[in-house]
């Protein structure tokens, strides 16, 4: 795409999209986001696609959260602007990053601040390089986040560790991210790509069926008592009772053999 700040490339089943903005560390504009909510589409639309592994360009950041220069231009122009433009645009981004139906994992090669650290936040599940940085550094700008980061944040690390990164503004190691669980694993840089892609050649091994139905039931049953979280558990094992993966899955554990199911 012409003036693309998003890239993306499809290998062994892999979809590997790039934040690409590096001489702005990622920061993410209006123009980004509408453009990964794009890709996202196309890729999700793409049966050939399994797994999503979403990174940024450059070595310093996978992104630096919103562009400030552009979103004071939405603040200045009143409460119904900004709410329109950024705030809206950055909650739909993370929602469709938290309820993707393939798996999505995160690739932290630098600071993820604000916006990314968010991004990170929604995604369903996270690889960090050594060197990543994290922070919630709205608060320095007099505001709250506001792609989710008061909502998701409390729910990965628990209220008040949570509270202390939101109401401080201050940097944090990936391995604390990792400790908060934010992260899923923390490794070297230069095996970050290769540790995500393994990572998400593990979830292909199994059922793409299985592997969306198990998102969906998380994603929507987190929220939610555990009464009603059963009953979307029961919902997704329903669908799956007619299909051509669940019969496989349960012929090919009988004859001792790998299950074959469609895409692989």
């Excluded at 980061?149 to 939101?166: D, F, I, N, S, V």
């Amino acid at each position: 795409m012409m003036n693309s700040f998003v890239l993306y490339e499809i290998n062994g089943g892999i979809a590997t999209v790039t934040l690409n903005r590096p001489q702005k560390l990622n920061a993410i504009n209006y123009a980004m986001a509408d453009q990964l909510m794009a890709v996202l589409d196309a890729i999700e639309s793409n049966a050939a696609v399994r797994a999503v592994i979403l990174t940024g360009a450059g070595e310093r950041a996978f992104s630096a959260g919103g562009d400030i220069h552009e979103f004071s231009q939405s603040v200045r122009a009143g409460t119904a602007v900004a709410m329109r433009e950024f705030v809206r645009r950055g909650q739909a981004l993370t929602s469709r990053i938290e309820a993707y139906s393939k798996p999505l994992i995160v690739a932290v090669n630098g600071l993820a601040y604000g916006g990314g650290c968010e991004i990170t936040e929604a995604a369903h599940l996270a690889v960090a390089a050594e060197h990543a940085t994290f922070a919630k550094p709205e608060i320095n700008l007099g505001m709250p986040p506001t792609f989710g980061g008061t909502q998701r944040l409390p729910r990965l690390a628990g209220r008040k560790r949570a509270l202390e990164c939101l109401l401080t503004g201050d940097t944090f190691s990936a391995a604390r991210a990792l400790e908060l669980g934010l992260v899923n694993r923390v490794v070297p840089a230069a095996a970050l790509m290769s540790s995500a892609r393994e990572l998400a050649q593990r979830i292909l091994r199994h059922s793409p069926l299985a592997a969306a139905g198990i998102i969906s039931a998380v994603t929507r049953g987190i929220n939610a008592s555990i009464g009603e979280g059963l009953l979307m558990e029961g919902e997704q094992f329903a669908r799956l009772v007619p299909s051509h993966d669940l019969t496989e899955g349960l012929e090919a554990w009988k004859a001792r053999r790998a299950p074959i199911y469609a895409g692989r």
